[in-house]
């Protein structure tokens, strides 16, 4: 067991009570599915906001595991590990 | 009086509120003339605003919002305090059961029901769906008789998407209501939405083989007769029709228009067979006939039409979308419109002269108007 970090972006962390940074314990090999129920469960708003009711990951919501985007991964079945950290971002979208 | 849309009759001494949602907000707007508003917004800045509500049933104001983020997806929010806070709920007003496999895109239409169904509000939304709420539009459940359809296979997407756009309960019969999906048209239920059968005998589909097809129509916007509630117009993505069997048949009441396509059409809150229209030239010339707005006004049942300009901007190349217009429920019935190119009017005679009270919006996707007591 071990933590991750969440950096939340600006627009988002009036759901997650005012937090730039979420800290998750995970246990070993969690996908990243996991850890985003488990903050939908305590910020059910946000989770909206990140993932549609279906569980997919918006389009335009962009999540880096360590610089690297999940999508290039195993999308919400990326293995996470202590000490990592998940950025999330709002991608190009709009005019 | 009680109306269709669920509002009562307005008395001298109200203040009119003008809500306007926008490609990227909305804009709230308060009057005691309704050709002078202080506006507060953007709220929701860089949401898009496809559906409002104003309930005033109850004994108090309020305004439910459709709302839809290009990143963060879409959500329904009421404010009690006309705007000054809103509350979404936290599970979602609106989500597609597990079963589903599907995923809300889009509000399009947020319509409370009669004055003598308190609590009732019905949505219809992207993927065409149909919703009801009983406690004030604070949740929804989905309508299965509709999304289980044999013909939703065969339904399309018209070019702003797949939906439910127009969802009009009977305010006569609580078993009846009418929905408009593009593309698909208009279907009614007499069985309080368990069952719903295709109800577009008459009406033109010229982007298909078959002229008038049982279904698949591209109707952009139908309205219900305040007094005669088996009364019903439609503007079509080609044609302007009327029914006077609940949809069973309808007639092309086109003639003495200078166009007959359009996306909105709106009906008199208290007076029958009056409805206005705002032609746009045609399908493949997307502008106002002759780059001149116009609203006409049919006070006969589509018999005979007259237009009106006074006050409207001149020239105009953009449209006026199939929610982005509206009347309230005052005498002389107010009359409100927005175009895409963020020009938003309004008229306290009926109709027949507009001021503009907002310009240089972004896109207007929605206008909603109603008389609150403050």
Same mark, same amino acid.
Request: charge should be negative; proline fraction near 6%.
């Given at each position: ?95 | ?183 698909? /048209? $208009? &279907? =009614? +239920?007499?069985?309080?939405?368990? @069952? %719903?059968?295709?109800?577009?005998? !008459?009406?033109? #589909?010229? *982007? ?30 080609? /044609? $302007? &029709? =009327? +029914?006077?069997?609940?949809?069973? @048949? %309808?007639?092309?009441?086109?003639? !003495?228009?200078? #166009?007959? *396509? ?113």
């Amino acid at each position: 067991m071990g933590e991750v970090r969440i950096l939340v972006p600006t627009l988002l962390q009036p759901l997650v009570g005012g937090s730039a940074e979420l800290r998750l314990e995970v246990g070993a090999g969690a996908p990243l599915s996991e850890l985003l129920d488990a903050v939908a469960g305590e910020f059910p708003v946000f989770g909206r906001r990140v993932r549609d009711e279906t569980g997919k990951l918006r389009r335009y919501v962009n999540i880096y595991l360590d610089g690297d985007e999940v999508r290039r991964l195993d999308g919400l079945e990326t293995q996470i590990a202590a000490g990592q950290e998940l950025m999330i971002i709002q991608s190009v979208a709009g005019g | 009086m009680k109306n269709s849309a669920g509002a009562q009759t307005e008395h001298s001494g109200t203040t009119h509120l003008l809500a306007v949602g926008t490609k990227k907000g909305l804009w709230l707007g308060t009057s005691s003339d309704r050709q002078n508003y202080v506006f507060t917004g953007p709220h929701f800045l860089m949401a898009e605003i496809p559906s409002i509500a104003i309930d005033t049933r109850e004994g108090r104001t309020r305004i439910l919002v459709g709302l839809r983020s290009e990143h963060w997806g879409p959500t329904v929010a009421h404010s009690d305090d006309l705007g000054a806070t809103w509350d979404e709920p936290e599970r979602g007003a609106i989500t597609f059961p597990p079963d589903t496999g599907s995923a809300l895109e889009r509000v399009w239409q947020i319509q409370p029901d009669s004055a003598d169904r308190p609590g009732v509000v019905w949505a219809g939304c992207e993927p065409i769906s149909v919703w009801k709420s009983t406690d004030n539009g604070e949740h929804f459940e989905l309508n299965r008789g509709l999304w289980d359809h044999p013909h939703r296979t065969e339904w399309g997407a018209g070019y702003g998407g797949a939906a439910a756009h127009t969802v009009l309960p009977s305010p006569a019969d609580p078993t009846t209501i009418h929905v408009a999906m593009s593309t698909g /048209g $208009v &279907y =009614r +239920s007499t069985d309080g939405g368990a @069952s %719903w059968q295709p109800r577009n005998n !008459g009406i033109g #589909a010229s *982007f298909m083989p078959v002229d008038t097809p049982e279904f698949g129509q591209c109707v952009h916007k139908i309205a219900r007769d305040s007094n005669q509630p088996e009364v019903l117009f439609a503007q079509n993505h080609g /044609g $302007v &029709y =009327r +029914s006077a069997n609940n949809g069973d @048949s %309808w007639d092309n009441i086109a003639q !003495g228009l200078p #166009a007959d *396509f359009g996306f909105t059409i709106l009906t008199h809150p208290h007076r029958s067979d009056t409805a206005w229209v705002i032609p746009i030239k045609a399908d493949a010339e997307r502008i106002p006939p002759e780059g001149k707005l116009a609203v006409h006004r049919t006070d006969d049942g589509g018999a005979s039409w007259t237009s009106f300009t006074d006050g409207l901007l001149e020239p105009e190349c953009n449209v006026v979308l199939r929610d982005a217009a509206a009347v309230d429920a005052a005498s002389p019935v107010g009359l409100f419109f927005g175009t895409r190119g963020g020009t938003v009017y309004a008229s306290a005679d009926e109709g027949e002269s507009f001021v503009p009270v907002l310009r240089q919006l972004p896109d207007v996707l929605c206008v909603r108007a109603a008389g609150i007591e403050l």
